[in-house]
């Protein structure tokens, strides 16, 4: 095939995997009787050919999530001004050398996990006169190897940051993978109760329907959508 011929088939695919999805989302809500429009999908639009989020865009998606500041920055601040109704999650972990830029670029931020980048977030909100979400990720499956914080500490982070008068709108969290994810998405809405944070985001494509029967308001969702991305090393 051309390369447009591919792109124009892999149009017709995204929209037999959107409408896929959106019918999935739909009964699971049902299901437990929450209403369809309470749950936000997030287009996990990292690892990505450019393409791709054309396609997406032009099927109406607007709100995207990326895991890197510098990837996400090649994907969607030349397309800033075209689609100002575009919201953007980051959804992977912040370095401190890149929360200016993050504060630039993202509407959302998920992956807060410590005191220090609340200042630091702050700190540059103040200063670019932006306004941002925030949600705190745990560690919900107290893994060495993932962010988050650890739960034992999320009652101290999340009183500092009602302290300082900063935005924390709900929590993140990604279950360990191969264990039941629904006592994870349990866990996590019982946290999140207890720190009276009503969002949040927790699923993701194998695992989506499960989340919105645990009461997740966001889903992050990739490979069901896009299909497989390319494999990037960690940096
Ligand atoms: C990559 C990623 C996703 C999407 O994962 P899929 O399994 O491809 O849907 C969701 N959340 C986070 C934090 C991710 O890094």
New binding site residues.
């Given amino acids: 095939m051309t390369e447009l011929g591919n792109q124009e088939h892999g149009a017709t695919e995204f929209a037999a995997r959107l409408s896929q999805i959106r019918a999935r989302i739909a009964g699971a809500a049902q299901a437990c009787g929450r209403a369809e429009s309470d749950i936000e999908l997030i287009a996990?639009s990292?690892n990505l050919d450019d393409h791709h989020i054309t396609t997406a865009l032009n099927h109406g998606l607007r709100v995207f999530?990326e895991?890197r500041v510098a990837e996400a920055e090649e994907h969607w601040a030349h397309r800033r001004a075209q689609f100002p109704d575009v919201k953007l999650h980051l959804?992977?972990p912040l370095q401190s050398n890149k929360i200016k830029r993050a504060v630039a670029l993202f509407d959302v931020i998920e992956t807060v996990e410590s005191a220090e980048q609340i200042d630091e977030i702050a700190g540059q909100c103040a200063r670019q006169n932006r306004s941002l979400s925030c949600f705190i990720q745990v560690n919900i499956g107290a893994e060495p190897q993932k962010s988050g914080v650890a739960i034992a500490d999320l009652p101290r982070l999340a009183a500092y940051a009602r302290a300082q008068n900063f935005p924390i709108d709900g929590l993140m969290a990604?279950p360990p993978q191969g264990a039941p994810a629904g006592l994870y998405f349990g866990l996590l809405k019982k946290l999140g109760a207890r720190e009276g944070l009503e969002r949040l985001s927790m699923g993701?494509?194998?695992d989506y329907p499960t989340a919105i029967a645990f009461g997740a308001t966001s889903i992050?969702?990739?490979?069901?959508l896009f299909g497989e991305r390319k494999q990037i090393p960690p940096p």
């Fill in positions: 996990v990292k999530g895991n959804i992977g990604i993701m494509s194998n992050r969702i990739g490979t069901a």
